[in-house]
């Protein structure tokens, strides 16, 4: 494999949990705090790195039905954070396919917080590989953390291209959607939900998931002010 400096992977937990809906209810509590709360813009990043970092906690290392158990040691929250975008991403992918070792690599620096290598990592994925739609999606989102949660032209580009290869795979409409939330358009994330929700299979899995966080979401932009429209905080 390509890449300075020795491999940073530790190995995925093999107890697999559903990490969208803590994802999801990280953006709507965000979404929450800036348009019905009217959190200042100035606080929204200090924020959005607490609420992101208190749910990958507990997403973590919560176990409720243990009264009483012994806290685990310390973990950093970097750590945390990469652990679940990885982890999330998967959820999309069959559990006996594994990625390229590209994305592998990559993801052992997304667990870093060092998005910028991973993105160089998933670069060479896919020239290697353009056909390699997760690899297209994890460099999407990478994008979008080195951009501290803005959605660029690179990124955009990187999930049209996710989309693109695997059009059946809803991965790339979703996250693009997160990324148009974290951005404060929810708007545009409520027209590709909607979207995606329309053209779902009806067994589908993630069916009946993204119909739930889209429904939440709705419910928190109609309580906003102005008669419900969702109105930019500028």
Do not use: C
């Not at 300075?4 to 209810?25: F, Y």
């Not at 396919?97 to 917080?113: E, H, I, K, N, Q």
Request: charged content about 20%; proline content about 9%; aromatic content about 8%.
């Amino acid at each position: 494999d390509s890449g300075g400096g020795g491999d940073p992977a530790a190995p995925v937990p093999e107890t697999r949990m559903s990490w969208l809906p803590i994802i999801a209810l990280a953006a709507l509590v965000f979404a929450l705090a800036v348009y019905l709360l009217k959190l200042p813009r100035a606080l929204w990043m200090l924020f959005g790195s607490a609420l992101l970092f208190g749910l990958a906690g507990y997403a973590m290392h919560g176990n409720p039905g243990q009264p009483g158990a012994p806290a685990d040691p310390v973990v950093d929250e970097t750590a945390q954070a990469g652990e679940m975008m990885v982890v999330a991403r998967r959820e999309f992918y069959p559990e006996g396919r594994l990625p390229s070792r590209f994305v592998v690599t990559a993801d052992a620096f997304t667990r870093r917080g060092q998005h910028e290598q991973a993105a160089n990592f998933l670069r060479n994925a896919v020239a290697e590989n353009p056909a390699d739609s997760e690899a297209w999606l994890a460099l999407g989102n990478a994008l979008v953390e080195h951009a501290d949660g803005q959605l660029t032209a690179a990124a955009l580009y990187a999930y049209s291209q996710a989309e693109a290869v695997a059009p059946d795979n809803p991965a790339p409409t979703y996250f693009l959607g997160l990324a148009f939330l974290r951005g404060g358009e929810p708007g545009r994330t409520l027209e590709l939900w909607r979207e995606l929700l329309q053209s779902a299979p009806e067994q589908a899995e993630w069916r009946a998931p993204l119909a739930a966080r889209l429904d939440r979401l709705e419910a928190i932009l109609a309580a906003g002010p102005v008669g419900g429209a969702v109105q930019s905080p500028d």
